[in-house]
């Protein structure tokens, strides 16, 4: 046998023994013997289901368990709304593990995120209200400002009874504040804090101007702030605001 057949006969043989693996392990044939029988979901779900996942992985699994392509079932999980980050590893002989953890939101973020619990922005699902979140307003790299901010304002009026239900921080880096009430506290860019605490200490005496509610503060003076109020209530409007 000349040194060309021999070759040629190693690569048949060769060819032989590798062909049948891969495709068993491109899911070519075989799938039927080495199916995935058993998928294991883990997780604190809150805003997705266990039907979801499953859902969204059942297209893969029909390749059977050794042509089950990890990496498009973690990103198709990683796609579902809600869905921070997710784990995938296979069992043998015929199981799927999944391991699934949650946003949790703390805020909304603009008109279409939610930041959550970790400081990650996420997409907002479709059609969501929530008005018990606070609402931030900036750009992405202004996360960690923001929620600065947010907790500055709260522990400031909190105990004033003034929940802080926005936080705005501008293009041009100005700074404003709702609070739940309805009125607007315009801070401005230049020392924020500072005027916030000023402006803290006034407002229990601004609170208690009778018959006269105030709904909007700009606090974007060197030293002091100016005041925007409601009309005068009548006599009766008072005597009801009491019952």
Same mark, same amino acid.
């Given at each position: 046998m000349t040194d060309f057949l021999r070759a040629m006969t190693w690569v048949f043989a060769s060819l032989l023994l590798i062909l049948p693996v891969l495709a068993v392990l491109n899911g070519w044939l075989a799938t039927q013997q080495w199916p995935? @029988? @058993? $998928?294991h979901v883990q997780g604190e779900? #809150? +805003?997705?289901? !266990? &039907? +979801?996942?499953? !859902? #969204? /992985?059942?297209p893969y699994l029909e390749k059977g368990f050794f042509a089950l392509p990890l990496e498009d079932v973690q990103r198709a999980l990683? &796609? $579902?709304p809600w869905v &921070?980050?997710?784990? /995938?590893?296979? %069992?043998?002989?015929d199981a799927l593990d999944i391991q699934v953890r949650e946003h949790r939101a703390a805020a909304l973020w603009g008109e279409s995120q939610l930041l959550s619990d970790r400081g990650v922005l996420f997409p %907002?699902? &479709?059609g969501m209200r929530d008005e018990s979140l606070p609402h931030f307003h900036g750009q992405p790299r202004d996360v960690e400002s923001v929620v600065a901010m947010y907790a500055d304002a709260q522990r400031l009026f909190g105990p004033q009874q003034r929940q802080v239900a926005q936080v705005r921080l501008s293009? @041009?880096?100005s700074w404003s504040l709702n609070f739940r009430?309805? !009125?607007?506290?315009?801070?401005g860019r230049s020392e924020p804090r500072l005027k916030m @605490? %000023?402006?803290a200490r006034s407002l229990p005496l601004i609170a208690v101007v009778p018959g006269r509610r105030w709904l909007r503060a700009d606090l974007r003076y060197s030293n002091g702030f100016a005041l925007k109020w409601s009309a005068p209530e009548s006599p009766t409007e008072r005597e009801m605001d009491n019952t």
């Amino acid at each position: 046998m000349t040194d060309f057949l021999r070759a040629m006969t190693w690569v048949f043989a060769s060819l032989l023994l590798i062909l049948p693996v891969l495709a068993v392990l491109n899911g070519w044939l075989a799938t039927q013997q080495w199916p995935v @029988r @058993r $998928l294991h979901v883990q997780g604190e779900f #809150a +805003q997705i289901d !266990e &039907a +979801q996942v499953s !859902e #969204a /992985v059942m297209p893969y699994l029909e390749k059977g368990f050794f042509a089950l392509p990890l990496e498009d079932v973690q990103r198709a999980l990683v &796609a $579902l709304p809600w869905v &921070a980050d997710v784990h /995938v590893s296979k %069992r043998w002989p015929d199981a799927l593990d999944i391991q699934v953890r949650e946003h949790r939101a703390a805020a909304l973020w603009g008109e279409s995120q939610l930041l959550s619990d970790r400081g990650v922005l996420f997409p %907002r699902p &479709a059609g969501m209200r929530d008005e018990s979140l606070p609402h931030f307003h900036g750009q992405p790299r202004d996360v960690e400002s923001v929620v600065a901010m947010y907790a500055d304002a709260q522990r400031l009026f909190g105990p004033q009874q003034r929940q802080v239900a926005q936080v705005r921080l501008s293009g @041009r880096g100005s700074w404003s504040l709702n609070f739940r009430t309805g !009125e607007v506290v315009m801070v401005g860019r230049s020392e924020p804090r500072l005027k916030m @605490r %000023r402006f803290a200490r006034s407002l229990p005496l601004i609170a208690v101007v009778p018959g006269r509610r105030w709904l909007r503060a700009d606090l974007r003076y060197s030293n002091g702030f100016a005041l925007k109020w409601s009309a005068p209530e009548s006599p009766t409007e008072r005597e009801m605001d009491n019952t």
